[in-house]
Structure formats: structure tokens, C-alpha cells
């Protein structure tokens, strides 16, 4: 069996293992504490931050501040249309075409024959593309807050922390579709199940 068509649901729960859920769902799980820590450790050094702040100093980063503000938005509003596309075309059938008959490796190095096996490999990269793609705004986001702490903007001007929005929005996300057996099944029946040959 080296088509697409010929892989059916049943061989495809098969393949999706607790073992192989709960790797996308450590994955998942790892980018958005890694966004959560980040965003406490800002905050923390926010809260520790008993300086005065000197107007003349804070005045001339403002413009740094709303500077990396907008590419900060610009970039957020890119990033969230092209990992959208990304994460389409990484799961479409072309791609999963090709896919099922290529060599692929498991972690261990080992070949992967079943087809199954290697569409759950193309859904679990497309999950890591996309997240990745969305962590880079929530980062971004912290870091200009964490600017803004170090130079003292953020203590005039609150509005700053606007920007941690995008990390915000990338934790929503992680819960909102946090990895489970019916998710990943649910994904397999919109991408595999439906494409045509």
C-alpha cells in the first residue's frame, strides 16, 4: 500500500498511538510554556523595577518603542495569514501525495513504511510549522515589553503591554487546539479522507 487513497480511518487510528498523540501534545504544550515563562519572567522583572524614570532618556525610546510597535503589528498580521496558508499547503494533497511515498525516518532513525504512519508524520510537522510560525510575534511581543521595562517607557506609557497580545493570543491558541486523538482524526478526515485523487 503506497497511495494516499488506499489509507483508510481505521489504519489511520491505528497508526495515532497514545504514544504518537502525546508527542504532538508535548510539542504543542512546550510552545506556549515556553511563551507563558517568558512572559513571566517580564513580568517579574517588571514588578521588581523600583527605578525613577528619567524623562529625557525615556523621550528619546519612545521612538525605538513605537518603532518595534509596528513592525511588531505588521509582522503579527504576516505571520498569522502566512501560517494559515503554511499549515494548508504542508496538508495539501500533493504534499500528502508525495508524502506517503517517500523514505521518512522515525526519531530512532527507523523507516517508516506504513502510509499511515507517514500522514501522521506531515500532520505532526505541519502543527510544528504553524506553531512556530505563531510563537514569533508572541516572543517579539514580550520582548519589546521587556524593552520597555529596562528603559523605563513601559512605567509612563501602560499601553506598551499591548503588545503582549500576540502571546496572549498564542496561548488561547495552544489551548484552544490543544492535540487529542479526535483533533488529529479530525484532520485527517478534512485533509486525507476528502482528497481527491
Known sequence: MNS?????LSEFQTALTPQNVRVIQIIQGAIGLGVVMFMGVVLFVYSSQTMSVDARIANDDYDLINLLTLAHIMIAAGVYTVARVVFNLLLSSSVLRNG???VMKDG???????P???IL???????????????APALFGLVICLIGTFN????????IW?????????IGFVILTFPNKEHIEEIFNSRIAGTPL
Open 121 to 135: 508524520a506531515i500532520i505532526r510537522s505541519a502543527i510544528i510549522v504553524r506553531l512556530a510560525m505563531l510563537e
Open 4 to 8: 494516499l487513497s488506499e489509507v483508510t
Open 152 to 159: 523605563g517607557t513601559i512605567q509612563e506609557t501602560p499601553s
Open 116 to 118: 499511515a504512519e507517514k
Open 108 to 114: 530512532q532513525g527507523r523507516v517508516i513504511d506504513s
Open 162 to 170: 499591548l503588545n503582549a497580545i500576540t502571546s496572549l493570543i498564542l
Open 100 to 102: 506517503v511515498t517517500k
